[in-house]
């Protein structure tokens, strides 16, 4: 026979190799994976938890977020959680089990507004129930929110700032968590006592709010070593059977009374309040004076600030 010549040989092969060809186009090819946004990458929460978490990076939270009794959420250092505006119910964190946001000076937790644009009330804040087993704030930012509301006495706060809000900074409702080196400002009311609370609140500074601090219904609070200033109205103002001690605080250019309708004043410096001469140190004695009103008692009154008073650390 014959060689079949190179041409027809060429064609020969294509046409074998045409029928595996098309079976490999005509395999399904897998999709590519669209790259995910920075926003997808957060994780989401909202509803209740059904078991131990902890959170890092970014978080999202989107209406109510429940932590049950028996469960606890741990917050790790320099995480960003954003509460989404707008929503119904409110974004907010109840807390019946445990929340331990425990950040550090180099690397503070951040709770904050989702929206580009944030402004005071855009997310509610943290509930405290009394039923809580026990939490710990250190070293967080909060900001944009209405209140953080605190039921439990088995809640500790160090280290933290609160500015923003459209009612108060922290209310404490029935309870005596200790509250230590805080910031609070440009809230409302800074804090807000209801109720017969009893919260411990030292080496504070509640500055440039509506009301520095208000006491309703049998509260007292003890705050000392903390400053009270430039609030626009009263700096601490008592209703209702309420009696603060405030011991080595210093108390300065509030736009109303340093002290108004109750509490006790010890080893406090008053100077500036209630459109008196901002440089005018208050040393009247007396339960009621140009600077306080209707207070319990009076025990010496510094000619000189309370060195160390206020926050260390925000």
């Not at 790259?35 to 131990?52: N, T």
């Not at 507004?113 to 250190?138: H, K, N, V, Y």
Request: charged fraction near 20%.
């Amino acid at each position: 026979m014959r060689g079949i010549n190179a041409p027809f040989k060429a064609l020969l092969i294509a046409l074998t190799l045409l029928p595996l060809a098309a079976c490999q186009l005509s395999q399904p090819q897998p999709e590519a994976t669209p790259a995910r946004s920075e926003a997808e990458k957060r994780l989401l929460r909202s509803g209740e938890l059904a078991e131990d978490e902890i959170w890092s990076g970014e978080v999202s939270v989107e209406g109510e977020l429940i932590i049950p009794r028996g469960i606890s959420v741990t917050v790790m250092p320099g995480t960003i959680v954003r509460f989404k505006p707008g929503t119904s119910p409110p974004g907010r964190i109840v807390i019946y089990g445990s929340l331990y946001a425990q950040g550090n000076p180099d690397r503070p937790i951040l709770f904050t507004s989702a929206s580009p644009s944030p402004r005071e009330g855009d997310w509610e804040g943290l509930i405290f129930t009394p039923e809580g087993m026990g939490s710990a704030l250190r070293s967080c930012i909060f900001q944009n929110y209405t209140r953080i509301y605190i039921g439990s006495d088995n809640v500790r706060i160090d280290d933290c700032s609160f500015s923003h809000a459209d009612e108060a900074g922290l209310m404490v409702a029935r309870a005596a968590p200790i509250i230590s080196r805080v910031s609070v400002s440009r809230c409302e009311i800074g804090i807000y006592c209801i109720n017969g609370a009893r919260p411990e609140i030292n080496r504070s500074s509640i500055v440039l709010n509506g009301y520095g601090i208000v006491c309703e219904n049998g509260s007292s609070p003890r705050i000392s070593n903390s400053l009270i200033a430039n609030n626009r109205m009263h700096g601490v103002v008592c209703y209702t059977g309420s009696s603060p001690k405030l011991a080595s605080c210093n108390i300065i250019r509030n736009g109303g009374w340093a002290v108004y309708g109750g509490g006790r004043i010890v080893d406090c410096f008053i100077m500036g309040n209630n459109k008196q001469p901002p440089d005018r140190v208050e040393m009247n004695m007396a339960l009621s004076t140009d600077q306080f009103q209707r207070v319990e008692e009076v025990v010496n009154l510094r000619s000189s600030p309370v060195p160390y008073a206020g926050a260390g650390g925000f």
